[in-house]
């Protein structure tokens, strides 16, 4: 485990497609969705863990989280928490958390990655990060993981490498394109055409390649950060932080530096992956009865098959008659919505925060 | 207002078709169900009070619902409360109320009504009471209220009169039979026919002509609480009952006295009247939105139809793509059931009590 290696775990999302288990007080990455007695947050920080210096393990997340990050990552120090005074997508947070990093350890190697999203396979997992750890601190190129696709997933990005090749498990490949999420008639053809990778957002790269690529292609954002460089580690780094972010254009990292950087590579993983975007693909990932029926504690099924229920301890609850729906139960919030209509969630969410001011 | 006139509500039953709003801890007639800020027993109560001397109505039920009638009849005097130390139907709950009636004033006449029942149009309701009592006062026979079906309804038991009459509203006749709940081939007979008025559970006589009934049909049950004529009002009625009570044989005043007493008249009753026996009886009495949804609060409803919907104070609720269900939230538990089920949310409860040893 190099002392060079970190790690930069994003944890700033307010999405409400998992309301209203997810609401913006406790969005996804803190809660335990799978019900494996941990949160998303603390199986990502153990996974990462175990290949890089838990002191080289930063979460960025915006600052309303701070005391839910500082409750389940017990062990984590004050500096390892960057928090952002403003919601500005990824490649402020990046760029903030990279040039940090830079102010202590020019020779650092880092993965950045989502806090939220499902690994299975976690050994393969861990063996790719090495490998890509390994690949990007020999090099000065941007690395990818991509996710050999299942099906034609809609729901996902693609990442397109060069040559139409069809790589093996593990192999590293120069990207073409990056691609937005597709539509059905050409997430088949992706998925058929097997030089088309899943997106996972998970990237490796030096600090030192990262910076050239921001100066190169987001330059206004590193200008911003490098100007931070003596406070970094300081007690003045909230206050320049405070000013400067809140500045700082909303882009992604694909859109703003990914896209259009002609050095990246990408991986492909072995591993088992899910961004959990939705319940739909939450429900994929849990055990189900026979009737296909994925709960999360004891419930009377009577006649119902292909839900989804997600109720809170000690609530009794009966079902009868009901297929296919999502039923979620949260503190004071009840939904009941048909699977297939699950990406109108995010809508339900705005009338009852425009009726009640808060979800 | 005669101060012979007595009322006898019958509060005991714990019935779990509104399940979960009703529970054996607090069922119905202890529920504000329509939503009008009063519990059908106190809506009982104060239409009794209009035409019947306040220390006059008595209220017979469980004695583990003691505390409740307390709460919510705050003026009633505590010889007015009779509690059962078990269930044993309604003609020992009757003939208990009576003879204690009959041991404070032989001359008393007595109206019998159970607790948890719909009346609208409580002024025609009144009217018909004090009809009613005017014409057992007068005479011997027992009487019974009518209701004029509106439908074939197979939920109720019906009551043919003799000779075939067609009643005016208002109107008394000799009763020729009571019959048990039909099937709809023999409720539309019913209907169609004129002659058979809906059994509303609600009987007026005197209290002379109920206990000569008791005598000639159930004399086992009267002499067990003619026997405590003594005791009534005074400090030994609670051990007295307690003793006797539980040693009465289980059975209905219908299938006792009235389907074997030869002096039964019925009014023909023209006040709207529902037992509220179902969620599905409840759902027609309550108002609806355009779509036919019942709710008795504001829930987001999108694309769903037909539904009653019944949720605790503060609850936020999205419901999309439901049609035809009930879905009812109550404390610690939740249904969701097809309206045209749920005559089988009974079993359901039971299921829950068999898990959890409690409903």
Known sequence: MSKNYYCIIMAGGVGSRFWPLSKTQKPKQFLDILGTGKTLLQQTYERFEQVIPSENIYIVSNKIYKELIEEQLPGIQNHQILLEPAMRNTAPCIAYATFKIMAKDPDASIVVAPSDHLILKEEIFLKNIREGLDFVSKSNNLLTLGIKPTRPETGYGYIQVKEGQILKNGAIAEVKTFTEKPSIEIAKIFFESGEFYWNSGI????????????????????????????????????????????TCKNISIDYGVMEKADNVYVLCAEFEWSDLGTWGSLYEKLSKDESLNAVNRKVFLYDSSNNLINLPEGKIAVVQGLNDFIVVESEDTLLICRKGEEQRIKHFVNDVRLEYGKD
Chains 1, 2 share one sequence.
């Open 203 to 246: 990237f490796l790269w030096k600090g030192t390649s990262i910076v050239d690529a921001f100066n190169a292609h987001l330059e206004e954002v590193s200008m911003k950060f490098s100007a931070g460089n003596d406070v970094y580690f300081t007690d003045n780094e909230e206050a320049f932080i405070e000013e400067v972010y809140p």
